[in-house]
């Protein structure tokens, strides 16, 4: 993990210029042996600088905006699917560091108006809207493929064309929907998700397309 080593080692010299940290964190710094290198090297300085413990939330605050989704290209899949690994990662970090850091056997969360409660807090809501912005731009695509995939059907119904032609073109609208899951599945796995996340992207992906299935041809009928 040298990559990281050098990011955590330059970060460390900058403590005190919360600006030149930023930039050297919110570059596109990929991953190293499977580890979003900039989730943890932000992890890494904030507990080399006790920042967990600290009143204050400046720098935390200042850090997170750049998680924000809607300060980036929101429709580029592979950019929101690099933030959802480098923010669910980053959270999962802070968690089992407070875990640690717990008196009992079973931590309690730490207070939404401790330090510590304010970070998660803030890192979870930014988790959520990528996820969602995510799954809202994959919707939509399916969307507009399901709906190429059932018009042959719809329109077999009332004009008569040969049966060959309808099952080609339906053939090749179903097979862009499975390279589109093929790509996404790729996305993700390039991007190191957490395999839990990518679970719950598929599982709502088929219940939406399911839904949109069952809706068109109730319409139809």
Not at 9 to 20: K, P
Not at 125 to 151: H, M, T, V
Not at 154 to 183: A, E, F, P
Request: one cysteine or more; charged letters at 20%.
């Amino acid at each position: 993990m040298n990559l990281v080593i050098q990011r955590i080692e330059e970060a460390l010299n900058i403590q005190e210029n919360a600006g030149s940290f930023i930039e050297i964190v919110i570059e596109d710094l990929g991953f190293s042996y499977g580890k979003p290198v900039a989730a943890v090297t932000i992890y890494k300085c904030l507990v080399n600088w006790n920042y967990f413990q600290a009143e204050r939330t400046s720098l935390f605050d200042q850090l997170i905006q750049f998680f924000d989704p809607e300060n980036d290209d929101q429709h580029n899949n592979d950019k929101m699917a690099y933030w959802l690994s480098q923010a669910s990662t980053l959270l999962f970090l802070i968690q089992q560091s407070l875990n640690l850091h717990g008196a009992s056997s079973v931590p309690k969360p730490p207070p939404p108006t401790s330090p510590s409660g304010k970070i998660k807090m803030q890192l979870t809501a930014s988790l959520e809207k990528i996820y969602g912005i995510l799954l809202d731009n994959l919707k939509e695509e399916l969307r507009l493929l399901l709906g190429l995939c059932i018009q042959p059907m719809l329109k077999s119904k009332k004009v008569r064309r040969s049966q060959q032609s309808v099952n080609v073109s339906q053939v090749n609208h179903w097979r862009g929907i499975v390279d589109r899951l093929d790509t996404l599945s790729n996305t993700l796995k390039e991007n190191f998700v957490p395999p839990i996340l990518v679970q719950k992207i598929f599982t709502q992906l088929f219940s939406f397309i399911n839904a949109q299935l069952l809706n068109r041809h109730e319409n139809a009928m």
